[in-house]
C-alpha cells in the first residue's frame, strides 16, 4: 500500500556511513536547500512557460530512468545468491542486501518527490481562473467582481499563494536534484560492493 509517511521515513534512515554505520544529520542540507528556495524564489518570482516545460520534460525523463532502476532492483531479488557460506562472506552478501533494500527506498523517495514537483509545475502552468462573460452580470457574479477590482485582498491573497507555490516549486527542484544525485551515486555504489570493488585500470 503507498504510504507517503514510510517512503519519507525508510528513504531518512539511508543517511549514514556505509562503513563506520555513523548516522549523518540531514539539518545541514535541509538549511541549505530551504535558504537557496527562498533566495531563488525572491529573486526569479516567476518562471516563463518554456522552462517550466522543459522541467516537466525533464522529470519525465528521470522518472523513467528511476523506474528502469527499480524494475532491475526487482530483478535482482529474484536471483540466487552465489555469495561463499564463509562467515566473511555471509556479512558482505548481508550488508549488500541492506544496501539493496535502501536503493529501493531512495528510488521510491526521488519518485514521490518528482511527482510532487510535476503537480507543482502544471499548476504555475495553470491560466488564471475567469468569470464567464454570461454569468458576469449574474447578481453574485457581478458583486464578485466588484470586489475583486476595488479591495486589495484578492492581490494579497493571490501574491502570498503564488510566491508560496514557487518556494515549493523551487524547494522540490532541489530536492530532485539532490535525490537523483543520490540514487546515481548510490547505484554506482551498490554495483561496486556487489563486484566486490572495480579494480583501477591500468593506463
Known amino acids: 500500500m503507498f504510504n507517503i509517511e514510510s517512503i519519507i521515513r525508510n528513504n531518512n534512515a539511508t543517511f549514514y556511513d556505509f562503513d563506520t554505520r555513523k548516522r549523518r544529520s540531514q539539518k545541514p542540507k535541509v538549511a541549505v536547500l530551504t535558504a537557496l528556495s527562498i533566495a531563488l524564489a525572491i529573486l526569479c518570482p516567476k518562471v516563463s512557460d518554456n522552462l517550466l516545460a522543459g522541467f516537466l520534460a525533464v522529470q519525465s525523463i528521470l522518472l523513467g530512468f528511476t523506474f528502469n532502476v ?28 541492506t544496501l539493496y533494500h ?32 454570461f454569468l458576469q452580470h449574474v447578481g453574485f457574479f457581478q458583486s464578485y467582481l466588484h470586489w475583486l477590482s476595488t479591495s486589495t485582498v484578492p492581490t494579497v491573497i493571490g501574491t502570498i499563494f503564488h510566491d508560496s507555490l514557487m518556494f515549493v516549486f523551487y524547494l522540490l527542484a532541489c530536492e ?26 591500468d593506463c
Open 70 to 97: 527499480m524494475f532491475f532492483l526487482v530483478g535482482q531479488n529474484k536471483e540466487k545468491s552465489t555469495e561463499p557460506q564463509s562467515i566473511e562472506g555471509q556479512l558482505r552478501a548481508e550488508r549488500i542486501k
Open 102 to 133: 535502501e536503493l529501493f527506498y531512495n528510488v521510491s523517495y526521488f519518485n514521490l518527490v518528482a511527482i510532487m514537483s510535476i503537480i507543482t509545475a502544471t499548476g504555475l502552468l495553470l491560466p488564471t481562473m475567469e468569470v464567464p462573460y
Open 176 to 201: 530532485v536534484v539532490f535525490s537523483i544525485a543520490r540514487v546515481i551515486g548510490r547505484t554506482s555504489f551498490y554495483f561496486e560492493r556487489k563486484m566486490g570493488g572495480v579494480p583501477p585500470l
